[in-house]
């Protein structure tokens, strides 16, 4: 995976499991309302309309709370679900964005580039990040 070979040190790691079919429920009782809510908009043209959208949707929910875990703050202050978002490259590998705020937190606790792993199945989506130095 790209990006390891220039960490120094870890300032932080987070890991979360997601339900989907509990996403499932969530997008069909909620729909707009809880994609906008938790989801900027290029993560919801990403997803929405896909082959399994609620994994995909899943996948970005878990990264989100590994991130918040990461930078050691959880969703709270001016750190919400929207602050943290999942892009893909080219290659498929997922790139965690950060909003200003999340930004300063990261630069707050002496890291500079935050690294996430997503993955789903049927009925799970499992997500790892790194804060790295």
Same mark, same amino acid.
């Given at each position: 995976m790209s990006g390891f070979g220039e960490i120094g040190a870890v300032a932080g790691i987070g890991t979360d499991l997601v339900d989907v079919p509990r996403?499932? *429920? #969530?997008? /069909? $009782?909620?729909?707009?309302?809880?994609?906008e +809510?938790?989801? @900027? &908009? !290029? /993560?919801?043209? %990403?997803?929405?309309? +896909?082959?399994?959208?609620?994994?995909?949707?899943?996948? $970005?929910f878990a990264a989100k709370? !590994?991130? %918040? +875990? !990461? #930078?050691? @703050?959880?969703? *709270?202050?001016?750190?919400? &679900?929207k602050s943290l978002s999942i892009e893909n490259a080219e290659s498929g590998e997922p790139r965690a964005v950060l909003d200003d705020a999340a930004k300063a937190r990261l630069e707050e606790i002496g %890291?500079?580039?935050? #690294?996430?792993?997503?993955?789903?199945? +049927? /009925?799970? %989506?499992?997500a790892f990040a790194v804060a790295a130095r």
């Amino acid at each position: 995976m790209s990006g390891f070979g220039e960490i120094g040190a870890v300032a932080g790691i987070g890991t979360d499991l997601v339900d989907v079919p509990r996403i499932a *429920s #969530l997008l /069909e $009782r909620h729909g707009a309302a809880f994609l906008e +809510k938790n989801f @900027t &908009p !290029a /993560e919801i043209a %990403a997803c929405k309309g +896909k082959a399994n959208a609620a994994q995909r949707f899943a996948a $970005r929910f878990a990264a989100k709370e !590994a991130m %918040a +875990k !990461a #930078l050691g @703050t959880g969703f *709270s202050g001016r750190i919400t &679900p929207k602050s943290l978002s999942i892009e893909n490259a080219e290659s498929g590998e997922p790139r965690a964005v950060l909003d200003d705020a999340a930004k300063a937190r990261l630069e707050e606790i002496g %890291a500079r580039k935050m #690294l996430v792993s997503i993955t789903h199945l +049927k /009925e799970y %989506a499992q997500a790892f990040a790194v804060a790295a130095r």
